[in-house]
């Protein structure tokens, strides 16, 4: 089995890539880690065998980040999640909705990174995270900035709010369905200019990405 890495073509090809089509970028030291090299084995072969790969930008060598992903239209962007986390032998921590982390399902839920958020609640959720990030020497914060399935015609703000009050950079990584790519854009540093950074980061997304081209405004 070959693991080089084969760009398409006029594309660049980053360093150090394995998995073959798959081309899982190499993750620098330090990056929190899950998993062991077989099973890490197991998810590339799945993701070639569902005819995923992954593109763009390098992984970003950084202490702490907040990794959005979008779009977010379907049920099966948490599997491929999955697969592209044990892929990639990072481990990430989410946001979940309190009602996903009963047992036995939050079992489960917590083991990949889960933490559990009453939405209903009137504490700092951003706070909170924050404060989650910066106790750890290095983090990788996921989030969906749409924070729902259905249509939504804008983002929500939290995942910026948290980036720029914990002094992250964004990292934003498409689902693109058409394409069957995991797509990471280089890190994007919140300037302060709410409106203008969103329209940035929203640029790297289109509807054609969505499992549901409809439900993606």
Known sequence: MSFTAT???????????????VN???????????????????????????????????????PRMVLIVAPHTSN???????????????????LGKHTLFRFPLGILMRYLGGIAVDRGSSQDVVGQTVAIAQGMDRAIIVLAPEGTRKLAPKWKTGFYRIAQQGGMPIFPVAFDYAR??????????????????????????????????????
């Open 76 to 94: 099966w962007d948490f599997p491929l999640g999955v697969m592209a986390m044990f892929a990639l032998r990072i481990r990430g921590t989410y």
């Open 24 to 62: 899982v970028p190499r993750i620098p030291a330090g990056t929190p880690r899950r998993g062991n090299p077989l099973v890490q084995r197991i998810m590339i072969a799945l993701l070639r065998l569902t005819g995923w790969r992954f593109a763009g930008a390098d992984f970003p060598d950084v």
């Open 180 to 217: 069957k790519e995991i797509r990471f854009f280089p890190p994007f540093h919140p300037t302060g200019d709410l409106e203008a950074d969103l329209a940035a980061l929203r640029a790297n997304f289109t509807p054609q990405m969505a499992r549901y081209p409809a439900q993606y405004a």
């Open 7 to 21: 760009p398409n073509p006029g594309e660049m090809a980053p360093a150090e890539r394995i998995g073959g089509r």
